[in-house]
């Protein structure tokens, strides 16, 4: 069993940065792709990035490809969301995931591929 604890949210001005974390603890996520995905106010929860096993491939959406880096640290087991110049449609609740398929697979942008989540982390943008 896996538990993600994903840390780092909060409220921040338009154009600002926030950096969030995922924990993991329960099994090492060192050969698995991890991914971020947010779920806003009446919406489904849509994808955010996506890394490799190795941090060596990244897929992001076209809204956050330059704004937003993901990384992992495998030796800390932690994932991490760097999200700069953040605009108020940034605001949702943010989630780790991790993808037990395979670390050979391209990496997904569909929740269902992700085996374990976290409860998420409030992240509000102000205007």
């Known amino acids: 069993q896996v538990q993600l604890v994903e840390s780092g949210g909060g409220l921040v001005q338009a154009g600002g940065s926030l950096r969030l974390s995922c924990a993991a603890s329960?099994?090492?996520?060192?050969?698995?792709?991890m991914g971020w995905f947010r779920q806003a106010p009446g919406k489904e929860r849509e994808f955010v990035a996506a890394?490799?096993?190795?941090?060596?491939?990244?897929r992001y959406t076209d809204s956050e490809k330059g704004r937003f880096t993901i990384s992992r640290d495998n030796a800390a087991n932690t994932v991490y969301l760097q999200m700069n110049s953040l605009k108020p449609e940034d605001t949702a609740v943010y989630y780790c995931?991790?993808?037990?398929?395979?670390?050979?697979?391209?990496?997904?942008?569909?929740?269902?591929?992700?085996?374990?989540w976290g409860q998420g982390t409030q992240v509000t943008v102000s205007s």
């Open positions: 995931a991790a993808d037990f398929r395979g670390f050979s697979l391209p990496l997904s942008s569909d929740q269902y591929d992700y085996d374990y």
């Open positions: 329960g099994r090492t996520l060192s050969s698995y792709t």
């Open positions: 890394i490799s096993w190795s941090g060596s491939r990244t």
